[in-house]
Every structure is written in C-alpha cells, then in structure tokens.
C-alpha cells in the first residue's frame, strides 16, 4: 500500500490550504484514513479521520475549520483548511488503517502559516 500526498505549502494565517492523499493500488479496503500532524518538539496528533462508512472525526483544535472528505471511488482524500492559524504550523502526515489493521503512513508535507 502506497499513500500519496499531495497539497501543503506555505499560506499566511486566516488563509486556506488543501491537502490530499492518494492510496494506492485502487480498491484498497481500509478502515479508516486521515490526516496527523507532527509540530517540532512535539508528538505526532491526529488532526482528521474518516471511516470507510464515512464518519469522521476532528481534533478539537481543528473542528469547524477543516474539513475532510474523500472522492467516490474512496480512495482519495482530501483535508480542506480554513482559517489556518500560525499553530497549525507542522508536517502533516496522510494515515491509512487497513482492514487487517495494520497502519500505512506517507512521506509528510509541510504546512507552515505565517503570522
């Protein structure tokens, strides 16, 4: 399994910024995919998931400003985000857990929001 990021850059804060990730091969069966974030000196932490029946759920620092989605085939999604806020500031990391549980991660993008 292969997840490809794609999105992230550099925005000033109150902007916005859309992320995506790409799994692969096609019909991968998953459970749930998303998006966590590793700030410097800190964890990684979940920012977003969404379940193969199509809930999601959001860190509470991001609820009401981003929203994840994916395309129809399922096997794309996105991370929209609003009002970015220079703590937004991290390498965001696409996640993927798979039907056997076993967890796939992508390379990183970094995200940076200046003030």
């Known amino acids: 399994v292969q997840l490809v990021e794609s999105g992230g850059g550099l925005v000033q804060a109150g902007g916005s910024l859309r992320l995506s990730c790409a799994a692969s091969?096609?019909?991968?069966?998953?459970?749930?995919m998303g998006w966590y974030r590793q700030a410097p000196g800190k964890q990684r932490e979940l920012v977003a998931t969404?379940?193969?029946?199509?809930?999601?759920n959001y860190a509470d620092s991001v609820r009401g400003r981003f929203t994840i989605s994916r395309d129809g085939a399922k096997t794309v999604v996105s991370l929209q985000m609003n009002s970015l806020k220079p703590e937004d500031t991290a390498v965001y990391y696409c996640?993927?857990?798979?039907?056997?549980?076993?967890?796939?991660w992508g390379q990183g993008t970094q995200v940076t929001v200046s003030s």
């Open positions: 996640h993927a857990q798979g039907v056997s549980r076993m967890n796939y």
């Open positions: 091969p096609i019909g991968f069966s998953y459970n749930s």
């Open positions: 969404i379940t193969s029946g199509g809930g999601s």
